[in-house]
């Protein structure tokens, strides 16, 4: 009877560490062979490891509901599991799936906004990304109210929608890319750079607007702080900006832009024609990047009135009238004459 006792006991033994085993055989075994592209598996808020592991199941992703069940469970996750999108392109075990699943690690993909664009041209990009309907972007920044307790008198979210790389689901609605490119906005226009508007007694809409012609006049950050400081020298003494780019925003603001200014063009009755208007425009003009909005507070410590474009990228500063009409005549009569 001894001997019955000690082999039932020894199978029991036998047969739970051969159950443990093949357990986490099949909890840490790769599973699923996807196609080239992957799968996708959307989770829904709310879905509890049933409904996930079925539609993973569905998908190919692990064998069987169980399998996940236990493998959430044994993790420790089963009530931490996160909705979302998820994109499967290689075997993964249950035990991988679910951690991925815990951790939220949901499927996005890196859309560039880049610096100096427009509301409509930053449309152009979200429609171009496959994101939705340029309509729809546009719409969603025609909101102000995403900005209101940053600038009151915004009509729209021109220079609030912050230029970068932005990780985005497939799905994501344009409202949402708005309202996380305004949160790329605030978190650039830091406490640092608010107090120093504070200090210097300009407004959020101020400054977004002065960095925005900045941000539009050069695209060299060694000469953001100098371009910078000629607007700002400008202000001071009441000299209008004179500002192309204001213009073309006025051009594009009437429909009339083509690609080209004329001299006829400088002379547009519209508010953002700073060779007409003294002072900045009424709002920003485009997206200012970082670097830009930093400049817009700190203008470098130079006397310049003047610039002039190299034809490279890089621009000329000069502090007198004659000595950028020298620059004038070598830059841009002659280096064109020559061409």
Known sequence: M?????????????????????????LGAPFGAHPADGVFVDVPAGAGPIAIGSRLVAAGVVPDVWTFRLA??????????????????????????????????????????????????????????????????????GNASFVAHLDPDARDLEG??????????????????????????????DATLREAARAQALTVRE???????????????EELTQVSAVFRNRLRIGMPMQCDPTVIYALMRAGRWNGNIRR??????????????????????????????????????????????????????ASTLAEHNRNVARWQVRYFRNR
């Open 72 to 141: 959430a469970r044994l993790e420790g996750v089963d009530r931490r599991l996160q909705a979302g999108e998820y994109h499967f392109t290689a075997p993964a075990s249950p035990r991988d799936v679910v951690q991925r699943i815990a951790a939220g690690d949901v499927y996005t993909r890196p859309v560039t906004f880049p610096e100096g664009l427009t509301v409509a041209q930053l449309a152009d990009v979200f429609a171009e990304a496959g994101l939705g309907q340029r309509a729809d972007f546009l719409a969603a920044a």
């Open 264 to 317: 006829a063009d400088l002379q547009i009755d519209d508010p953002y024609n700073t060779y007409r208007y003294r002072g900045l425009p009424p709002g920003p003009i485009a997206a200012p990047g970082r670097g830009a909005l930093a400049a817009a507070l700190a203008p470098a410590d130079v006397t310049y009135l003047y610039f002039v474009s190299r034809n490279d990228g890089t621009h000329v500063f």
């Open 160 to 189: 609030y929608l912050f230029p970068d790389t932005y990780p985005l689901r497939r799905h994501v609605t344009a409202r949402e890319v708005v309202s996380a490119m305004v949160g790329g906005f605030e978190r650039a226009f």
């Open 2 to 26: 001894k001997r019955l006792v000690v082999l039932v006991l020894a199978l029991v033994v036998l047969a739970t560490g051969v159950s443990a085993w093949w357990i986490q055989t099949r």
């Open 207 to 221: 400054v977004v607007t002065l960095a925005s012609l900045i941000e539009k006049e050069t695209a060299r950050a």
